[in-house]
């Protein structure tokens, strides 16, 4: 077999289990292969070949790294803020003291929580709506 037919295999086999792992970045790696098979195609010598897959199939899964990440961080930041994620954002909640630190407990939904003033303290008691949810706490701002 040529080596232009093994590596249009590999990259087959590649895709193949990306199939069954559902993962983008396998088929990042059967670009590389894809793209050594037509460097075989074109007569370029084994090592040639093997430099080429590794480094397409190597910048592919890096920028497809990066451009999760970059959307993961864009979603989060989003996230906190989004009233179609979070149903609690817009509630009403009561404060009955602040901390001069501008943080807070509340009790919301049956439960205590950790809240702190979207501002800059001190805060006045009294009602406030939530605004955002990072983690477990809860960003009020005055109503």
């Not at 009790?107 to 805060?123: E, Q, V």
């Amino acid at each position: 077999m040529s080596d232009t037919t093994l590596w249009w295999i590999a990259a087959g086999m590649i895709v193949g289990l990306e199939l069954l792992t559902g993962t983008f970045y396998l088929l990042m790696l059967a670009l590389g292969a894809a793209a050594a098979a037509i460097s075989a195609q074109m007569g370029h010598p084994q090592s040639t070949q093997m430099l080429i897959a590794g480094v397409v199939g190597g910048v592919a899964a890096l920028g497809w790294h990066l451009k999760r990440q970059r959307s993961k961080d864009h979603a989060q930041s989003e996230g906190r803020a989004n009233p179609d994620l979070h149903l609690d954002l817009g509630q009403p909640v009561e404060v009955a003291q602040w901390s001069t630190d501008g943080r807070t407990r509340v009790h919301y939904r049956g439960a205590d929580w950790d809240a702190r003033y979207l501002g800059t303290p001190p805060a006045q008691s009294g009602p406030h709506r939530i605004q955002a949810i990072e983690g477990n706490t809860l960003v009020l701002a005055k109503i």
